[in-house]
């Protein structure tokens, strides 16, 4: 007979598995982007965009963590907090961008009109975003890069000022996403930290008015990010007449990833009978596996640091307390890619032009 610790781990196990499993069928908006166009005129497609309206809040966003997509929004319309962070809102406006150049109803187009405006007038004079619009006074202030907000803001935008989709937006504002898509690209060189006199790579969130690191949440301190940096220079790279300073900041970043780099070691998570949930992670030496990159590093010496809720940064991730260990992304293969196929297909193609 199973020990009851050992039952208390199964059904734990299954809850796990079950919330797999419908994570699995709920899909995003921009899932429905790959239908054709046949589909928009349907019978789901209109249930669809009933639920994501549903969860448009007054300001014009979305909010985040949640589907807008699967199920009507039964709540206060004053509880809708809206955000560009952890993919809200700009895939509930490409959703509406497409079913509206198919059925052309007003509707989908006033909706749309309404979003776009709270992403233009969330934006800094300086260029960049905060997590949310108004930001308030907490951490959220800050310039957002973390899990790529303000990389997929200014993504959509230039989609708004360039591609054909977009045609039904009026010239005006238009012109306004394209100007604020080239501040938002002078924000990110600002804000590309310097060591010394060297320029080096991204924090996940940099200060709204001097553009200095910060912190965010007790365990997110000011550092450069091994992953969000990824996506900023990604961008960068996807610019099509890159300036000397673009190219300065992307050869910096990509200098810096490479310093980053941490070979001989893997994330594995192993069994542990004396672990709450039967399982922890832990750091072994692997020579022939890939490189990872931490999540933090330190500005001034470039070194891995992990940090637990308590705020204090320690070198070694079985240094924090089990929960913060297993409960955050703090290594990764995010430059992978970037690395060993993106940087030399762009190299080659800077060179010849």
């Known amino acids: 007979m199973l020990s009851s610790q050992a039952m208390a781990r199964l059904f734990i196990l299954g809850i796990f598995l079950f919330y797999l499993t419908i994570r699995s069928v709920v899909a995003d908006p921009e899932d429905y982007l790959k239908k054709p166009d046949a589909w928009f005129v349907g019978e789901e497609a209109k249930q669809v965009a009933a639920n994501i ?21 039964q709540g206060e319309r004053k509880d809708l907090k809206p955000t560009y962070d952890n993919g809200a809102t700009m895939g509930e406006l490409r959703f509406l961008a497409r079913i509206f150049k198919v059925t052309k109803d007003p509707l989908f187009k006033t909706a749309f009109d309404r979003g776009l405006g709270y992403v233009l007038e969330g934006q800094y004079a300086n260029g960049g975003w905060p997590q949310f619009h108004p930001p308030g006074k907490g951490y959220p202030r800050h310039i957002t890069f973390n899990d790529n ?39 990110i060189l600002k804000c590309q930290i310097k060591a010394g006199e060297k320029l080096t790579a991204w924090c996940a969130q940099h200060d709204e008015i001097d553009y200095r690191p910060q912190s965010a949440r007790s365990y997110e301190l000011a550092t450069l990010s091994g992953s969000e940096s990824v996506g900023i220079t990604r961008l960068l790279m996807s610019l099509d007449e890159p300036s000397i ?14 310093k980053a780099r941490l070979p001989g070691i893997r994330l594995v998570t192993i069994e542990d009978d004396q672990a709450p949930q039967g399982r922890d992670r832990v750091v072994k030496k692997d020579e022939a596996g890939v490189s990872l990159w931490a999540r933090f590093y330190t500005i001034e010496t470039n070194q891995p ?33 970037l690395l060993e196929i993106e940087y030399p297909k762009w190299k080659k193609r800077v060179a010849g032009r």
């Open 149 to 187: 907000a303000m990389v997929r803001i200014l993504e959509f935008l230039r989609e708004v000022a360039t591609e054909d989709i977009y045609m039904f937006v009026d010239e005006k504002r238009r012109r306004q996403a394209s100007n604020a898509f080239d501040k938002g690209i002078l924000c």
């Open 245 to 258: 300073e673009i190219v300065l900041a992307i050869e910096s970043a990509i200098h810096w990833f490479e």
């Open 53 to 73: 309206l549903s969860f448009q809040s007054d300001l014009g966003g979305w909010p985040k963590n949640v589907s807008t997509t699967e199920h009507h929004y």
């Open 305 to 337: 640091i992990f940090v637990d809720r308590d705020g204090i940064p320690k070198p070694n991730l079985a240094d924090i307390g089990y929960e913060r260990r297993n409960g955050y992304a703090w290594y990764g293969t995010w430059p992978q890619r």
